[in-house]
């Protein structure tokens, strides 16, 4: 499966599509409050198959909700039913029911086998209408669903899932491992020697998103220019977010064409946000992995994660010695064992690498070395 990003022309006409997402919240509002009022009476939670065929019914008797696809409705269903499902599964960690939303906020509609037409060029049926995007590469496989996307500026984009795709990435091999720890001040330290500093894009447009949002807040709610401050805060907020992106996919692109095998120590990152707020979100090392997996499956190259309890920064890494505690505040420390001076970070990520070479059968926990040669 691959997924494509396109985006649509800026056009008069694209306010049906805005009209067909206004109709699927309408449809999504409905079918919670369907949900919630079935477990009032029944005690019992409302099957994806009997909100469906109910829905369907409703459908034919409002114009409005006909403008969205049937196939777009029932992926909403199914959207809902899949919220249930992981709240019954993990409620215990916090995931709660899914709730109400604006239907100026929806997102997006989503449409399987019917419902649209690739054309000719860069042109595209939905519906009874013909839309153009920004065809940025060619669409090859078999296209499995297409998706309509509205962003909070009001642009359209049109995310295609292809399968049956032929990946046309050669496989190119370095034979060599490395380890790489995660730092508030380094974003990361890896076990050859090399650290990687954060541009932190947050914290540079800090002052910026400070005025545009001091700005949007004394507007007159509901009037002209508080849209106008809206979209102006909101464009400062997608700058970073592409700024940080584009940051992420070159480092994982230059990291894989190093590496053959990455490895990562397992982090709890939403504990971490509670106790540094602000300095994780601005890092988004979790959208950071991601990207890495991706590129790392792309050029067949691995990531590895070793068991986020593992003392690898109480860990010595030239004898093994492990320390009873170490403060956070202690950047450098002597092993008793040993005596050898390791700096807090490049010996975690050197204890990193060896315990993700022994994951994947190239090396013995007890022998760590800063680079291992496969």
Excluded at 326 to 346: A, F, K, V, Y
């Amino acid at each position: 499966m691959k997924t494509l990003k396109f985006k649509l022309y800026q056009h008069k006409r694209n306010r049906h599509l805005k009209r067909m997402i206004n109709a699927a919240g309408v449809i999504y509002n409905h079918c919670i409050a369907l949900h919630k009022r079935y477990y009032r009476m029944w005690g019992k939670h409302l099957s994806c198959a009997k909100l469906q065929s109910h829905i369907a019914k409703l459908r034919k008797r409002n114009p409005f909700w006909q403008t969205v696809g049937s196939q777009s409705v029932q992926d909403i269903c199914q959207r809902i039913e899949k919220a249930y499902q992981l709240f019954f599964k993990h409620n215990k960690k916090g995931v709660r029911t899914p709730g109400f939303k604006k239907v100026k906020k929806y997102k997006s509609f989503t449409l399987k086998q019917a419902g649209y037409k690739f054309l000719n060029g860069n042109r595209v049926k939905i519906g009874q209408r013909v839309y153009q995007f920004w065809k940025s590469r060619e669409i090859e496989g078999t296209v499995h669903t297409l998706t309509i996307k509205r962003t909070p500026l009001g642009e359209l984009f049109m995310v295609v899932v292809v399968d049956n795709c032929v990946e046309s990435e050669t496989k190119s091999t370095t034979g060599r491992i490395a380890g790489f720890d995660f730092g508030l001040k380094i974003f990361l330290t890896c076990s050859d020697g090399t650290k990687i500093e954060s541009p932190q894009f947050f914290k540079q447009s800090l002052n910026a998103i400070k005025n545009a949002s001091r700005q949007h807040s004394k507007k007159l709610k509901g009037s002209s220019n508080r849209e106008r401050a809206r979209k102006n805060l909101v464009r400062k907020h997608e700058d970073i977010s592409h700024r940080r992106r584009d940051w992420f996919w070159k480092l994982a692109h230059e990291l894989t064409d190093k590496f053959d095998v990455l490895c990562f120590e397992t982090l709890n990152l939403k504990g971490m946000q509670r106790l540094w707020g602000r300095k994780i979100s601005d890092l988004a090392l979790g959208e950071f992995l991601q990207i890495l997996e991706w590129v790392a499956k792309k050029k067949k190259k691995r990531v590895v994660f070793i068991d986020q309890w593992y003392p690898s920064t109480k860990t010595c890494s030239c004898c093994g010695h492990v320390l009873e505690s170490l403060d956070l505040s202690t950047r450098e420390w002597r092993c008793p064992s040993c005596q050898s001076l390791n700096g807090r970070d490049e010996n975690a990520s050197q204890v990193i690498c060896a315990v993700g070479a022994s994951t994947v059968g190239l090396g013995d926990v007890s022998r760590v070395m800063p680079a291992i040669a496969v």
